[in-house]
């Protein structure tokens, strides 16, 4: 039987949860980027202090990466007061989430943890097996130089190789080398043509030390770029005269595509309507998978508000996370209502615009007779104030008590006033998000905040996550 400590427990969990999706400790719209630090470096104390367990086991969900690292440093400078068992379930849970993140991240924490002066051997031996895991250690030398040479120093490891060593430590000791990047990286200093033999990010720098134009090198670099610095660069290229940089859009995961769109010109979208209305489908269709097309009847309530601005580090982010939601929602749904906060009804053009008349669309949207409404919103009702968690509430309790209808709320923005995302009403599940891909797993998690499961379910439910990740982490491990 569930106890009251187990259901503030599961409370405060899901509390967290919501933070670690949708907090980087940036700016946002209603809030600066000291409130948010502070918010989340309370909330990253409260739990690890009081349910290090479960604090460990969030790891596993589908939190942002700004808060892997969090949570994976305070474990490690804390790897003292963990148990036997703790350490060794912590150190296998670590050890597959990292395999997940993208390297320059992991070595920011590499390098925050040697600040830090963590140096415990369970540190050293995660840095050693990620190191070791690395696919290309040519590459990690070349383009995370310095942070690759701190790692190894930190862990007290040796380089993969005399040569690597050589190139790490004593990079004048060799007048050529036997592994084309390297030996590209060392004509570099000398010679413009063997920079575009490296790395988009490393040639940048040799590039602008030699004076070569914008232009060229944009033109010129482009074969060695990645899918993501094509899709970043493509408009600066444009604009510098190196012509159309080809991009592949239909291969872009969908919440990163829905902010390119967003961040071009209306006219721009107008003209390229097909292709990237095209591009936007098919991402939705890979992100619903299995899934497609067996959610019923959805309508969706998309906030396309002056704040789903978000802010001036965090560009539209809100309003892209409502983008991506909207196309994926048509893939998962097989009768599907779109209705925007400011009435348009085309959503490639949208921008933030106008108040938050989130009662009056719930209203419309409920007229439709779903038999699932998601609500996307930072949760600022404002026009009226409070007709939101009014109409909920009255639909609820009285209208459909039974739940028919089931309602969720996603909110991709942190409210650091309040430790959590902002709720519309207390009779509806709220849950933070910060890509749409992974709504199906946090409608999911919707029904704890809901209040039906308790602190055990919620338990079994990280364990299951756990175990899921270190399965798809021994999977890459033999295909390397």
């Not at 050693?128 to 120093?153: E, H, I, M, N, T």
């Not at 797993?441 to 919620?458: D, H, M, N, P, S």
């Amino acid at each position: 039987m569930e106890t009251f400590g187990d259901l503030v427990a599961a409370d405060d969990v899901l509390l967290f949860v919501n933070a670690a999706i949708t907090a980087t400790g940036q700016r946002e719209f209603h809030a600066s980027a000291g409130e948010q630090s502070l918010s989340l470096d309370f909330l990253h104390a409260y739990m690890l202090g009081n349910y290090r367990d479960l604090y460990a086991g969030v790891l596993a969900l589908d939190i942002n990466d700004h808060n892997v690292v969090l949570i994976v440093r305070r474990l490690l400078e804390t790897s003292g007061e963990a148990t036997v068992e703790q350490r060794r379930r912590e150190g296998r849970l670590i050890a597959a989430r990292l395999a997940s993140l993208p390297p320059q991240r992991v070595y920011g924490l590499f390098s925050a943890l040697r600040r830090a002066r963590v140096n415990n051997r369970r540190t050293r031996a995660i840095m050693r097996d990620w190191l070791a895991a690395r696919p290309d250690p040519a590459l990690d030398a070349v383009k995370y130089r310095g942070a690759f040479k701190a790692a190894l120093r930190h862990a007290h490891l040796p380089p993969a190789g005399a040569e690597l060593a050589d190139f790490l430590f004593r990079p004048q000791a060799r007048v050529r080398y036997a592994a084309p990047l390297l030996e590209s990286w060392r004509r570099a200093h000398f010679e413009k043509a063997a920079l575009y033999d490296l790395p988009y990010t490393v040639a940048e720098g040799f590039a602008a030390r030699q004076g070569v134009p914008r232009a060229v090198f944009l033109e010129r670099i482009a074969p060695r770029m990645t899918r993501l610095e094509t899709l970043r660069l493509r408009e600066s290229a444009l604009r510098h005269g190196a012509g159309d940089v080809p991009a592949d859009l239909t291969r872009m995961p969908l919440t990163r595509l829905a902010s390119y769109v967003l961040s071009l010109p209306v006219e721009d979208r107008v003209r390229r309507r097909a292709e990237l209305t095209g591009a936007l489908e098919s991402a939705a269709r890979r992100a619903a998978g299995p899934l497609r097309g067996r959610w019923g009847k959805v309508t969706a309530v998309l906030d396309d508000s002056f704040s789903a601005y978000g802010s001036g580090v965090k560009r539209r982010r809100p309003l892209a996370v409502a983008l991506a939601c909207h196309h994926l929602l048509a893939e998962l749904a097989n009768d599907y209502t779109a209705l925007w906060t400011s009435g348009r009804d085309d959503a490639l053009l949208a921008f933030p615009h106008g108040p938050t008349p989130l009662g009056r669309r719930i209203l419309d949207a409920l007229d439709t007779a779903p038999s699932r409404l998601v609500i996307v919103s930072d949760g600022w009702d404002n026009a009226p104030p409070g007709l939101a968690a009014e109409v909920l509430r009255v639909w609820r309790t009285r209208l459909d008590p039974a739940r028919r209808t089931s309602v969720v709320h996603l909110n991709p923005v942190h409210d650091s006033g309040g430790f959590d995302v902002r709720r519309l009403s207390p009779t509806v599940p709220t849950a933070g998000i910060r890509d749409a891909e992974d709504m199906p797993a946090l409608v999911e998690l919707a029904q704890f905040a809901e209040g039906r499961t308790g602190l055990a379910e919620l338990t079994a439910y990280l364990e299951d996550r756990a175990a899921r990740l270190r399965a798809r982490a021994a999977g890459r491990g033999r295909t390397r």
